[in-house]
């Protein structure tokens, strides 16, 4: 495991996207409704960099397997401040290190990798299986407190999303994931040098949604240009602005127009 202060903030913001409050009816049928149900949304920061982070990375792919249709969503940020160690991550984004740096603030005040946060609320060593699991567990058996339902149609290389939050809004925001399932990496440098690394469930994109209150509303959002919707998924999430908490969780179906 590798703790790193950091002392530095970083100045990238994730993208932020206002929603259009209007509802495209000829969406495809809605995904299911969580409200009342548990979920687990397991937020892995991670690097190709790290030494440490291959057990992780394995761990968090074997959990997102074995949760079969639970919803258990596993999003593996990677983060950039490894990539000065001689091996650049293809998929390190340094507003991945800004999440982590705020969430680092609700925590222990530093940062390392690999880190696992289960909604938002807890944190630990992201190879450590037993606690991941009784994470996991806890969080499944805690009905969620909104509701999130969305349904998504992807035109071009965007992705048109309608969606309707239950409960309690303010102060709360939809985040939205593009996720790729699955990738290789031939690691040529660094503490990895020599291997071939598996990773599971990287984001590429995430979006903050202004929410105006709960009710229906629609977004539009750009897509990755090696976008895939039959390897891709797409992650959304209620989450306290201020806190951290995320409140619910949702895969969200994509349909062709």
Not at 184 to 195: D, L, T
Not at 204 to 221: F, M, T, W
Request: charged share 25%.
């Amino acid at each position: 495991m590798k703790r790193i202060k950091i002392t530095v903030v970083v100045a990238l913001a994730l993208s932020v996207t206002t929603a259009t409050f209007s509802v495209n009816k000829s969406a495809a049928s809605r995904s299911r409704d969580i409200a009342g149900d548990g979920f687990a949304i397991l937020e892995l920061f991670t690097s190709e960099g790290c030494s440490s982070c291959p057990p992780a990375d394995d761990l968090l792919g074997r959990l997102q397997e074995e949760a079969g249709t639970k919803p258990v969503y596993v999003l593996s940020y990677h983060v950039d401040y490894w990539d000065q160690n001689g091996w650049k991550d293809v998929f390190s984004n340094p507003a991945f290190t800004k999440r982590q740096y705020d969430y680092s603030r609700r925590f222990n005040d530093q940062v390392y990798t690999p880190q696992v946060i289960v909604n938002g609320k807890i944190e630990f060593v992201g190879s450590n299986e037993k606690t991941a699991r009784k994470a996991i567990s806890n969080a499944l058996a805690t009905p969620a407190s909104r509701s999130l339902l969305a349904t998504a149609i992807q035109k071009g290389q965007s992705l048109q999303i309608s969606y309707e939050v239950s409960g309690k809004a303010d102060g709360v925001k939809l985040m939205l994931a593009v996720v790729q399932k699955h990738a290789m990496s031939k690691i040529k440098a660094g503490e990895n040098e020599g291997r071939t690394l598996s990773h599971p469930q990287i984001v590429r994109d995430l979006h903050s949604v202004a929410l105006r209150g709960e009710g229906k509303a629609s977004v539009q959002i750009p897509l990755p240009a090696d976008f895939d919707a039959t390897s891709w998924e797409v992650i959304g999430f209620l989450q306290e602005k201020e806190t951290g908490e995320i409140y619910a969780a949702e895969r969200i179906a994509i349909a062709k127009p």
